[in-house]
């Protein structure tokens, strides 16, 4: 889950971008920022919540 979380972020990021860049969206990219920054510590708290534990140290004897 954590590596297809990074990538949904980063696929997101970049389409938001690439809108922005193309016209189709009128965005403050720093006035979202200032606003929603919480937001960003929580969906990455939640990342690693979510994300499986290793478990390859405890099998191998």
Known sequence: ?????GA???VL????ALA???GLLDVNF???LRT???LI???LG???FFTPKDDSKKNSR
């Not at 889950?1 to 979380?5: I, L, P, Q, W």
């Open 41 to 43: 510590l929580i969906a």
């Open 13 to 16: 990021v970049g389409s938001v």
């Open 1 to 5: 889950m954590k590596g297809n979380f």
């Open 8 to 10: 949904l972020v980063l």
């Open 46 to 48: 939640l990342g690693m």
């Open 30 to 32: 720093i006035q979202l």
């Open 20 to 22: 922005v860049n193309l």
């Open 36 to 38: 929603w920054w919480p």
